[in-house]
């Protein structure tokens, strides 16, 4: 049996889902049927059938009646139907005060959450590898503070890769210092990787002991709200970035400090 589809557009626009509004018409054309007779009419599967008429059923659209010991469905008239969109509003209106009622908890939630910090966790090469990258992935210059120990990150990285870092530092006009233990290769890492870079994007070192702090992995501080932390261990590729002002800074003061209390590099 054919359907109006301006009617059914119409059904739809009241709050109906496309098979609702279907066999909605399709009883109301029948003036009831069966379920059998209502998926031949909207060629729907039954399953779909009686599961909307039992939805259709709830929000007052349709009722059954038994007839020669069957179930059948008949459509409810036009003021079921407006009852049905009343009650909509009424549940909208509902759902906007609470909407309402709910604003300033969510705007706190919201400020709440502006304020935690952004971590992001890295693990294995390649990952790594991003974190250093991410160093130098800004378009804006700024002063890099690290720890570091030199002999696990070139080893891990590469002379490759470093150099690249360094050409990629001097393009944005990072400036850098630095905190090594006081090792051989450590004080070797200046003039071999800075030798030719500008004096101005030229490393600063300064060395600790390293019997004494025996740190084997990298803290940079960075990006100006930045911090990373890196395990470069072979059997441990592990890190972390860290996107909060305030850690930022603290680590910041706490690196002067170390700073102040480091030999400098002859």
């Given amino acids: 049996m054919p359907m109006d589809s301006l009617f059914l557009q119409s059904l739809k626009k009241t709050g109906l889902t496309s098979p609702e509004a279907q066999i909605y018409a399709a009883l109301l054309e029948r003036g009831g049927a069966a379920p059998s007779t209502i998926a031949e009419d909207t060629h729907l599967n039954r399953t779909t059938v009686y599961r909307t008429l039992e939805a259709l059923n709830v929000k007052g659209l349709v009722s059954t009646v038994r007839k020669h010991k069957k179930l059948f469905y008949q459509a409810e008239g036009a003021e079921a139907l407006n009852a049905f969109t009343r009650n909509r509003i009424t549940v909208a209106e509902r759902a906007q005060k609470t909407a309402a009622q709910l604003e300033p908890k969510i705007e706190g939630l919201l400020q709440f959450a502006s304020h935690k910090p952004i971590i992001k966790f890295f693990e294995g090469k390649e990952g790594v590898r991003h974190i250093f990258e991410d160093h130098v992935a800004g378009t804006q210059s700024y002063e890099m503070f690290g720890f570091s120990n030199i002999k696990n990150v070139i080893s891990f990285l590469g002379a490759d890769f470093v150099r690249k870092y360094i050409a990629k530092k001097v393009k944005l006009n990072v400036i850098t210092r630095g ?38 992995s990298e803290l940079t ?46």
């Avoid at 004096?199 to 084997?216: G, H, S």
Wanted: aromatic share 12%; net charge negative.
């Fill in 179 to 216: 905190i090594f233990p006081d090792t051989v290769q450590d004080k070797e890492f200046l003039p071999t990787y800075y030798g030719r870079v500008p004096k101005r994007n030229r490393l600063e070192a300064r060395y600790i002991e390293a019997q004494n702090f025996p740190f084997e």
């Fill in 221 to 266: 501080i960075y990006a100006n709200n930045k911090i990373s932390i890196v395990n470069v261990h072979d059997d441990k590729l592990v890190g972390v970035i860290i996107e909060d002002q305030m850690m930022h800074d603290m680590l910041c003061m706490i690196f002067e400090l170390a700073w102040k209390g480091s030999s400098i590099h002859s």
